[in-house]
């Protein structure tokens, strides 16, 4: 069992302090919304695959995520929302303000046909004024819309949320883990303060959901519940738009002054200090020392992003990096048709989205063996693991696939078909409902 507060409460700061305020016994509503996305009309192309599960009875189920950012999660849950929709059962997704660099996926909520609300005071910071208000605001919205299921996404929401729909007594409340709320990059008190508020959470809740198997070993270990109540689904994808032949990869290579010689390696990742980039900086200028065909681009933006241009000039790498700065999702098939390689430094991961989207188009991957990242990346088979905190070896396993154009091939070809079916998200979608139905018979 995870370490009880009184043991480290008074390492704790006041600000960490103020989230068990909200774990104690405290919204706006939208009208609902029109249209049909993209993925919405590929649901309805793909109508027959999931027609089985129209047999199911129609379930209310309010989603809730603590912001709708351009991300892994977000992607996830609307891709969810969308699809459960499509189905027939009535679908509500509860969020907070999306701000900041990292881009938006509020448009796309509005328009996928069901039901989206934004909670102003579902905020991602700890604020102990706000977060009370929104636990009390999400227990309003819960009694006024008596779902059958509350899914709750990231750490935020997933704490506010459990505890709110417990207190409505919601007759089937999960939570899906996307990446551990506790985790080797925060100091130690706030490790233990998280890990606690999690295992107080998992007994509100029916079943916890994982996008990689690494997250239940990790939870299982750190005493937050039984083994029994978790379950691996994985990160769902349109994995019809990462076709390789459906790109021109000459085009977006000539569009970066790329020659036919050089070696593209990739990043898709948020400019932001977690994932990785302190690490990737010192890989690239090493690699680039000794290689002077590799060429970088970087897909993404942040907060971090002039400090890392900075640092990019310093090393002499600035001319040799393109930023494309925030693109949106459907880009990002076309971006890695134009590369070579995916280098992946991130310290903390649940499922590394990108690494599985690099794969699907046939672009091997040199990732840290971090949390899910071994389940996607398979040494030697998909691409190269090296050790965290391993810059040389990543350095050498980087040369070494620059310099194995056979090897790329191979390992693309063979990610590909690791990924193909099991990242697409109608299979995420059918195990989802099929959990739903199976807790709603108990």
């Not at 459990?162 to 551990?180: E, K, L, Q, S, Y």
């Not at 032949?245 to 002054?257: F, L």
């Not at 000794?290 to 310093?314: K, T």
């Not at 790329?408 to 697409?424: I, S």
């Amino acid at each position: 069992m995870p370490l009880k507060l009184p043991e480290f409460a008074s390492r704790l700061s006041v600000p960490m302090l103020t989230m068990l305020m909200v774990t104690g016994s405290c919204c706006r509503t939208a009208s609902p919304a029109t249209g049909h996305p993209r993925a919405v009309r590929k649901i309805l192309r793909h109508r027959q695959i999931l027609v089985g599960l129209q047999h199911n009875a129609r379930v209310n189920i309010v989603h809730v995520i603590t912001r709708l950012i351009i991300g892994g999660a977000q992607e996830n849950t609307i891709l969810t929302c969308e699809a459960l929709h499509e189905l027939g059962h009535k679908v509500t997704l509860i969020s907070g303000p999306t701000t900041g660099p990292e881009g938006s996926l509020v448009e796309r909520a509005r328009g996928g046909g069901y039901d989206f609300v934004e909670l102003p005071e579902l905020i991602r910071a700890v604020n102990p004024w706000y977060d009370v208000r929104a636990r009390r605001y999400l227990e309003m919205e819960f009694r006024d819309r008596k779902p059958d299921v509350v899914h709750t996404h990231s750490s935020k929401a997933g704490i506010l949320g459990r505890f709110a729909a417990h207190d409505a007594r919601v007759p089937i409340i999960v939570h899906t883990i996307h990446g551990m709320s506790f985790n080797r990059t925060q100091p130690w008190p706030v490790r233990k303060l998280y890990a606690w508020l999690e295992w107080l959470a998992a007994r509100r809740c029916n079943a916890i959901v994982t996008v990689a198997d690494a997250m239940i070993e990790q939870s299982v270990a750190a005493g937050i519940c039984r083994r029994e109540k978790m379950r691996t689904v994985y990160s769902g994808m349109e994995v019809g738009d990462f076709t390789p032949t459906n790109y021109d990869r000459e085009a977006v290579r000539q569009s970066w002054g790329v020659d036919d010689d050089e070696i593209v390696v990739g990043t898709i990742a948020r400019l932001f200090r977690k994932k990785g980039y302190e690490q990737l900086l010192p890989i690239m200028s090493a690699a680039a020392k000794r290689d002077s065909r590799l060429r970088f681009v970087w897909v993404g933006d942040g907060a971090q992003r002039p400090a890392y241009e900075a640092e990019l000039a310093r090393l002499g790498l600035r001319e040799r990096t393109i930023l494309t700065g925030l693109v949106p999702p459907g880009r990002i098939p076309e971006l890695l048709a134009g590369c070579d390689i995916l280098a992946h430094t991130s310290q903390w991961e649940g499922l590394p989205r990108g690494v599985v989207q690099a794969l699907l188009m046939r672009v091997p991957v040199v990732a840290f063996d971090v949390d899910g990242t071994p389940e996607v990346v398979l040494d030697e088979r998909t691409g190269r693991l090296v050790k965290l905190g391993d810059p040389d070896g990543f350095a050498e396993a980087l040369l070494a696939l620059t310099n194995d154009a056979d090897g790329r091939r191979r390992m693309g070809a063979a990610g590909r078909a690791h990924c193909l079916e099991r990242f697409d998200w109608r299979r995420m979608v059918t195990a989802l409902e099929e959990l739903y139905q199976r807790l709603r018979k108990r």
